[in-house]
């Protein structure tokens, strides 16, 4: 089964750093980019930031530019985000979501979807 | 930057909707790179829509998607109880990067 099992959440305070992890499984991990989409409780979707199949290329959305950092392990199936400078406004669960295309321009079908992990910032 | 959707649209069963996403010409009026996922509460989204109008497998052919200078479309006809969603649109906006609209919340009345 393809699964995309997200870690490392929690209450952080104003100005700290997380980091966030995804285990990806049942499926070749290195052959697809991979995202981080997030959704405030009660709000809707937000795309943060993609990575290429082989790394070659990252994308940011223009609030966390500078401040988070999207990087892959190919060889153990895993994504990560380094989230720094927190702020309150990142109150959100994040969703690592699996490309079906190596390539960040692809057809905007994010097939596979973890189940979130709440990051909370507050003081 | 965010897409622009209507807040909620509703219809009756068996009739049609349309929930529009209106963008750029930096994003939806650039690139044929529009896709539409579908949120039931406390799940992760689903794609039901790429390349402007696209059905991935499985998808009904009751839902269809299309593209209009910098402004998308998604129509669901025949309109089901079931179809009762949030619906959010997604553009390609250059730069490795992406981009949702607000979503738009479906009753079927």
């Known amino acids: 089964e393809v699964q995309l099992a997200e870690s490392g959440g929690g209450l952080v305070q104003p100005g700290r750093s997380l980091r966030l992890a995804c285990a990806g499984s049942?499926?070749?991990?290195?052959?697809?980019?991979m995202h981080w989409v997030r959704q405030a409780p009660g709000k809707g979707l937000e795309w943060v930031s993609g990575i290429s199949w082989n790394s070659g290329a990252t994308g940011y959305t223009d609030s966390v530019k500078g401040r988070f950092t999207i990087s892959r392990d190919n060889a153990n199936n895993s994504l990560f985000l380094q989230m720094d400078g927190l702020r309150p406004e990142d109150t959100a669960f994040y969703y690592c979501?699996?490309?079906?295309?190596?390539?960040?321009?692809?057809?905007?079908?994010?097939?596979?979807w973890g189940r979130g992990t709440l990051v909370t910032v507050s003081s | 930057s965010v897409l622009s959707q209507p807040a909620s649209v509703s219809g009756s069963p068996g009739q049609s909707i349309t929930i529009s996403c209106n963008g750029t010409?930096?994003?939806?009026?650039?690139?044929?790179?529009v896709s539409w996922y579908r949120q039931d509460p406390g799940k992760a989204p689903k794609v039901i829509i790429y390349d402007v109008l696209k059905r991935p497998s499985g998808i009904s052919s009751r839902f269809s998607g299309s593209k209009s200078g910098n402004s998308a479309s998604l129509t669901i006809s025949g309109l089901q109880a079931e179809d009762e969603a949030d619906y959010y649109c997604c553009s390609y906006a250059g730069g490795s990067t992406w981009v949702f609209g607000g979503g738009t919340t479906l009753t079927v009345l």
């Open positions: 979501v699996k490309d079906v295309k190596m390539w960040l321009v692809g057809e905007g079908r994010f097939d596979i």
């Open positions: 049942g499926f070749s991990f290195e052959d697809h980019a």
């Open positions: 010409g930096s994003d939806i009026g650039f690139f044929n790179l």
